[in-house]
């Protein structure tokens, strides 16, 4: 009786265990399947990334009140005189701030991964302990002045959280992805007060691609992002231009050639950064120094034009309202371009986002100017002008140009802008692809050897192999086998090649059953397959089973085959199955099929 009073005991607590675990199953299906819990994800991302970008940017500008001495309301970018000892001093300082990071930097055992590298790669996994690291390099080298923008430092935090939300929350290879870019979007849209520039360049740069599946989130974050910056810093980014009289004819031409004037300078910066890279490896200074030396430089230049430092904000606004006489406007778009690859190129860490939209303005200017000279500007639209500079040099670097498009209508709140601006980002974009091929966001990774171009997802292609793709019913056969014996087991018919393997059981060929079977030799029946070894065909048409998809395609076309062996390792050589270039493509369209299903299928 005790027993049977035990068990009915027992009876509600085995139903309360099932109970939890069905709802710990229906909570984890509905945290990694339900769209709206992607979007509410997303936006919580977004408004986190706001604040982190508003924040960074609040942190930067109080260290250079502090480090600089600036008067109240005085910005560093729009500073006409600084103490040269001071600047000297300061910026040099924060050279030796950041280079003491690499030292820790240089006890990592892997590569930092960024956004769009681990968008295109990794499905979008990224490391937040590494990703903090980077924005605090970021918050260093801005805060002490440097000639570099804070974006990198707030769009590496961003993605972080993110993909980090993306994991936590066990969401899908495309959703984790889509997670990385709600948070790119949302800082950009902080630090911007632009949410349709912060949810343009989260599809253009960082996931690569724009569909009606991933709008909401993405939208959902750069909105978020924006109303949690405004929330907490109270102010938003915004650049007066008065646009009256704006929109002629001529301006269609000026536009055009201001855009191939940008694309051109922009080319300029981004070699100018690698080729300083250069110049420090082949000095043979460690990487703890560099950052020293360049802040060196970066300072010396800045104690004769102190609108150098710092990324560009203010002096922007600063040539846009008040008109620099050219001869100025020139100095300060040729240093500035030689301090900013100077920074980066010395190892300090940052973003060219803000710097190529003052590159830009500047740029405007002096156009805009040259433009009053020639009679074909009037003089208070060379403001115009220099918006349309901005966006234009700010597509060629940054790569994303319907982003700089949508920022130059949120800062200006006008429509009459869209024309001549689309104009110089059309000429802008095309010049940089005609003559260099990448924008800065991609260039580095050409540098590594990388070929990624946005952030589409590459990643899987790269970790489909050959051992995944390949056809495993290859019949082998050893090479002392009797031809007799083979051609009883093999008739006409039965299949179309036979892998012939040798005495250590490697590869050594195909055999062609019907053209065997042609040419049967009948004088002698004990003939073996090793006398006929010069007759084997594709010896050497073989591939290993680690052998990446996107490698293999090349493959086919070097080797000038439709058939590949694929074998087990390079040493051993077994003979594992076979793969043809139609067989290839059609699983590649295949699992190309299956991506775009999990992804509309959310």
């Not at 300061?90 to 892997?110: D, E, I, K, M, N």
């Not at 390099?137 to 972080?160: M, P, R, V």
């Not at 002096?315 to 846009?320: N, Q, R």
Request: with cysteine; net charge positive.
């Amino acid at each position: 009786m005790r027993f049977f009073a035990l068990g009915r005991k027992r009876k509600p607590l085995r139903w309360a265990v099932a109970a939890i675990r069905v709802y710990r199953s229906s909570l984890r299906r509905l945290l990694r399947d339900n769209t709206f819990v992607l979007v509410l994800a997303a936006a919580c991302v977004g408004a986190v990334s706001g604040a982190v970008a508003s924040l960074m940017i609040v942190i930067a500008e109080t260290g250079h009140t502090f480090l600089f001495r600036l008067a109240p309301g005085e910005r560093l970018s729009s500073a006409t005189q600084l103490p040269f000892v001071q600047v000297l001093f300061v910026v040099t300082l924060g050279g030796v701030f950041v280079g003491a990071t690499y030292w820790y930097q240089s006890r990592l055992r892997h590569a930092i991964v960024d956004p769009i590298e681990a968008n295109a790669l990794y499905g979008g996994r990224m490391s937040l302990k590494d990703s903090a690291f980077v924005a605090f390099q970021s918050l260093l080298s801005s805060g002490f002045g440097l000639s570099l923008g804070i974006e990198g430092g707030f769009t590496q935090a961003a993605g972080a959280i993110g993909s980090k939300v993306g994991r936590l929350l066990n969401r899908r290879r495309h959703d984790v992805r889509m997670l990385v870019g709600a948070g790119a979007a949302g800082g950009i849209a902080g630090a911007f007060a632009a949410p349709f520039a912060g949810a343009a360049y989260g599809f253009e740069l960082i996931v690569g691609s724009y569909t009606v599946a991933t709008l909401s989130p993405v939208v959902a974050a750069a909105v978020a992002g924006h109303l949690a910056a405004r929330l907490l810093v109270g102010h938003s980014y915004h650049i007066p231009i008065t646009p009256d009289g704006f929109g002629g004819d001529g301006y269609v031409f000026l536009a055009l050639f201001m855009g191939v004037a940008c694309g051109l300078l922009s080319v300029g910066l981004m070699r100018g950064v690698t080729w300083v890279e250069r110049l420090f490896r082949q000095s043979g200074i460690r990487d703890v120094f560099r950052p020293c030396f360049g802040g060196l430089l970066v300072g010396a230049m800045a104690i004769f034009v102190p609108h150098l430092l710092g990324s560009g904000h203010d002096a922007m606004a600063f040539i846009l309202q008040n008109g620099w006489p050219l001869p100025l406007l020139c100095v300060v778009l040729v240093g500035k371009i030689i301090a900013s690859a100077l920074s980066l190129g010395s190892g300090f860490r940052g973003g060219l986002f803000s710097t190529s939209l003052f590159l830009g303005a500047a740029t405007g200017a002096i156009v805009g100017n040259l433009g009053v000279d020639a009679g074909v500007v009037a003089p208070h639209d060379v403001a115009i002008m220099s918006l349309v500079g901005m966006a234009s040099f700010g597509a060629a670097v940054v790569g994303a140009p319907m982003a700089m498009a949508l920022l130059a209508l949120e800062v200006t709140g006008d429509l009459t802008v869209v024309q001549p601006v689309l104009l110089g980002i059309l000429a802008a974009t095309m010049t940089v692809r005609h003559v260099f091929g990448y924008s800065f966001s991609t260039w580095r990774f050409h540098l590594r050897g990388e070929a990624i171009l946005g952030g589409e997802d590459v990643g899987w292609v790269r970790q489909t192999t050959a051992r995944d793709l390949m056809r495993r019913d290859l019949n082998t056969v050893p090479i002392t086998m009797r031809l007799a014996d083979f051609c009883s087991r093999f008739p006409i018919g039965s299949t179309k090649f036979v892998a012939v393997a040798d005495q250590d059981a490697a590869y050594a060929g195909l055999v062609d059953i019907a053209a065997l079977h042609a040419d049967l030799p009948s004088e002698n029946p004990d003939v073996t397959l090793e006398q006929l070894k010069p007759a084997l065909q594709h010896s050497n048409d073989w591939v290993m089973a680690s052998t990446r998809f996107d490698q293999l395609v090349h493959l086919f076309e070097q080797r000038e085959t439709e058939r590949l062996i694929i074998v087990d390792n390079e040493t051993s050589k077994h003979a594992l199955g076979y793969i043809t270039e139609a067989f290839a493509l059609r699983r590649y369209r295949q699992e190309l099929e299956a991506r775009q299903r999990e992804i509309f299928g959310n």
